[in-house]
């Protein structure tokens, strides 16, 4: 799911296009992208873009008389910009926002079909789409521990939820909680004020320098590889790789759709936590350690 970098990206790019220019219509391949009725998505047709705006990982247009077209990418939503309306591809394209400029393009890739559009009226209505997550580039350390503290869960989880910290997600929590160099599974209620104030400023370098480097990637240019796996992610996506930081190997614990990714050297003083699936299977036999992992490969492989 593209989070606060990528969404940055997009904004910035999507922005220098059609501010200030007319929205015709919203073309819908998949009339089910579509989640508002009143207004009707054709009262879009001539308006003015007068702004862009994100709320969470939405993306927002503001039109005139009070018109805002909100889009949620969800997990395999992605843009596409052509400056003129191209044939559309009824397997990838959901519908296509066509501009005196050009034409965005919204895709999904998979057979889950997430994404959604909503036309609403008027501040009181785009509010509704708010979950209430803190802006963390703007967030003070108090104000970040407090919020951190408000429920008693994992930092991993604390990190994604969109009620607590707008714009995080899996790929980057991951990322920010090695940069802290903090364990997934510890419980906000267990963290320390030293932990709270590294976890913060991890969190705000992260996301500062991962904003920076997909600005300077992308250049005046419209996104086209935005991802959750990137080359120079230091943990997600990672699984067995060395850290960049140690050299031990990305260890993963799966669960549902998602994935946690970390360094046990660098996050967990050598701990290896515990994968649902994995360690049900293996009871007893799950290794506890990065050690004694390598002492069963090497009995079993006979290195020495």
């Given at each position: 799911?593209?989070?606060?970098?990528?969404?940055?990206?997009?904004?910035?790019?999507?922005?220098?296009?059609?501010?200030?220019?007319?929205?015709?219509?919203?073309?819908?391949?998949?009339?089910?992208?579509?989640?508002s009725v009143d207004?009707?998505?054709?009262?879009?047709?001539?308006?003015?873009?007068?702004?862009?705006?994100?709320?969470?990982?939405?993306?927002?247009?503001?039109?005139?008389?009070?018109?805002?077209?909100?889009?949620?990418?969800?997990?395999?939503?992605r843009f596409k910009?052509?400056?003129?309306?191209?044939?559309?591809?009824?397997?990838?394209?959901?519908?296509?926002?066509?501009?005196?400029?050009?034409?965005?393009?919204?895709?999904?890739?998979?057979?889950?079909?997430?994404?959604?559009?909503?036309?609403?009226?008027?501040?009181?209505?785009?509010?509704?789409?708010?979950?209430?997550?803190?802006?963390i580039l703007d967030?003070?350390?108090?104000?970040?521990?407090?919020?951190?503290?408000?429920?008693?869960?994992?930092?991993?989880?604390?990190?994604?939820?969109?009620?607590?910290?707008?714009?995080?997600?899996?790929?980057?929590?991951?990322?920010?909680?090695?940069?802290?160099?903090?364990?997934?599974?510890?419980?906000?209620?267990?963290?320390?004020?030293?932990?709270?104030?590294?976890?913060?400023?991890?969190?705000?370098?992260?996301?500062?320098?991962?904003?920076?480097?997909?600005?300077?990637?992308?250049?005046?240019?419209?996104?086209?590889?935005?991802?959750?796996?990137?080359?120079?992610?230091?943990?997600?996506?990672?699984?067995?790789?060395?850290?960049?930081?140690?050299?031990?190997?990305?260890?993963?614990?799966?669960?549902?759709?998602?994935?946690?990714?970390?360094?046990?050297?660098?996050?967990?003083?050598?701990?290896?936590?515990?994968?649902?699936?994995?360690?049900?299977?293996?009871?007893?036999?799950?290794?506890?350690?990065?050690?004694?992992?390598?002492?069963?490969?090497?009995?079993?492989?006979?290195?020495?």
């Amino acid at each position: 799911m593209p989070e606060l970098p990528d969404i940055t990206v997009y904004l910035d790019a999507i922005e220098r296009r059609v501010v200030g220019h007319a929205m015709w219509r919203v073309q819908l391949v998949s009339p089910f992208v579509l989640r508002s009725v009143d207004p009707p998505i054709s009262e879009v047709g001539g308006k003015t873009v007068r702004e862009l705006r994100r709320i969470g990982k939405r993306i927002v247009f503001g039109l005139d008389d009070e018109l805002f077209l909100v889009i949620h990418l969800m997990v395999a939503g992605r843009f596409k910009w052509h400056d003129k309306t191209p044939k559309l591809s009824r397997r990838l394209a959901l519908a296509a926002i066509e501009f005196d400029s050009g034409t965005l393009v919204l895709t999904e890739a998979g057979t889950k079909k997430r994404a959604s559009i909503y036309l609403v009226r008027g501040e009181d209505a785009l509010r509704e789409f708010d979950r209430g997550g803190m802006e963390i580039l703007d967030s003070s350390v108090a104000d970040f521990t407090a919020r951190l503290r408000s429920e008693n869960h994992t930092l991993k989880r604390s990190l994604a939820d969109p009620r607590l910290f707008s714009g995080i997600g899996n790929a980057y929590s991951d990322e920010i909680l090695h940069r802290a160099k903090l364990s997934p599974l510890l419980l906000t209620s267990k963290m320390s004020d030293e932990q709270a104030d590294r976890l913060h400023s991890a969190t705000i370098s992260t996301m500062t320098d991962w904003i920076a480097r997909l600005r300077a990637e992308t250049g005046e240019k419209f996104p086209e590889k935005v991802t959750a796996f990137r080359p120079e992610m230091a943990v997600h996506g990672k699984f067995r790789e060395p850290c960049p930081v140690c050299g031990s190997p990305v260890q993963r614990i799966r669960y549902a759709d998602n994935e946690t990714d970390y360094c046990a050297t660098c996050q967990t003083g050598g701990k290896l936590l515990a994968d649902r699936g994995m360690s049900r299977l293996l009871k007893k036999d799950w290794p506890k350690s990065l050690d004694e992992m390598d002492d069963r490969i090497t009995a079993a492989t006979g290195d020495s």
